[in-house]
């Protein structure tokens, strides 16, 4: 079973500035790691797959990135309804998906 | 367009089965291109894919992690168009908002686009 370990818990920002989230996979997974992300009384949506890939209606303001087993979240320039917890996810062709822990972005 | 609703009782009682069904409109569970998911969120667990269920050439498949593959059962219904989650044996470790998920056909069907609202399931005497 692949394990993520994201980093850091939280992340205090304000508005307008840069997020960079961080996904460790504890071994190889390719490009096999997506992005969800959650608010509060809400199921997750997904953001990233395949490690860069925007997910349908996602802005270009999120981008994804791998090198290696790690993997990166960056969200330029914070809009309000940006705050949330930020989830990965191993999605392999051969199951068990695992997630990450998660990231929580919040205001400053 | 597509809607996934969970529905289920909110409370089970320690070692009883917990059952519940993901209403599915906007696509048939039989449909060959996708699949069929549950998971589930906790505060100590995170969340957690619980398995999967899919229609391939008149048959149904399903997939679990071994975390729970010796007490669940997940199955479809196309008569009904749900498909449904049984974990039996359940602790208070199983206490958990369950969701019911979508994977493809648009993407790699191991991702989860479309989720339902998600219930809450409280184990507890």
């Known amino acids: 079973e692949i394990l993520l370990t994201q980093s850091p818990g939280t992340l205090s920002l304000s508005p307008g500035e840069r997020a960079t989230l961080s996904c460790r996979a504890s071994e190889s997974v390719s490009t096999f790691v997506a992005w969800y992300q959650q608010k509060p009384g809400q199921a997750p949506r997904l953001v990233i797959y395949d490690a860069s890939r925007r997910a349908a209606g996602i802005p270009g303001r999120f981008s994804g990135f791998r090198s290696g087993t790690d993997f990166t979240l960056t969200i330029s320039g914070l809009e309000p309804e940006d705050f949330a917890v930020y989830f990965c996810q191993y999605h392999g062709s051969v199951p068990p998906w695992t997630f990450g822990q998660g990231t929580k972005v919040e205001v400053k | 367009q597509l809607q996934l609703q969970e529905s289920g009782p909110g409370l089970v009682k320690p070692s009883q089965t917990l059952s519940l069904t993901c209403a599915v409109s906007?696509?048939?569970?039989?449909?060959?291109?996708?699949?069929w998911n549950w998971i589930r969120q906790s505060p100590s667990r995170g969340l957690e894919w619980l398995g999967r269920t899919y229609y391939r050439s008149n048959k149904w498949y399903s997939d679990y992690p071994l975390s729970v593959k010796s007490r669940i059962t997940i199955t479809g219904d196309t008569a009904t168009n749900h498909f449904s989650l049984h974990l039996n044996s359940v602790t208070p470790e199983d206490t958990a908002v369950y969701y019911c998920s979508r994977g493809g056909p648009g993407t790699p069907v191991s991702l989860f686009e479309f989720w339902g609202q998600g219930i809450l399931v409280t184990v507890s005497s």
């Open positions: 906007g696509d048939s569970v039989s449909s060959d291109n996708v699949v």
